[in-house]
C-alpha cells in the first residue's frame, strides 16, 4: 500500500544594491597646493535565493 506524502517548500529570496562613490584630494602640505583629485565609483549587487 502506497501513501500520499505531501511537503512544502518555502523559497526566500534577497537581493540588495550597494553604491560607492568617493572622491581624494592630494595636496603639498607646504604649500597647499592641491596636486590631484581622484574619483572611484563603484556599484555591487547582490542576489541570493
Known sequence: MKDN???AIECNQKFS???LSA???VFDTSTGRLLDIGV???DYEWNYV
Open 5 to 7: 506524502v505531501f511537503y
Open 17 to 19: 544594491i550597494a553604491t
Open 23 to 25: 572622491t581624494n584630494k
Open 40 to 42: 572611484v565609483n563603484g
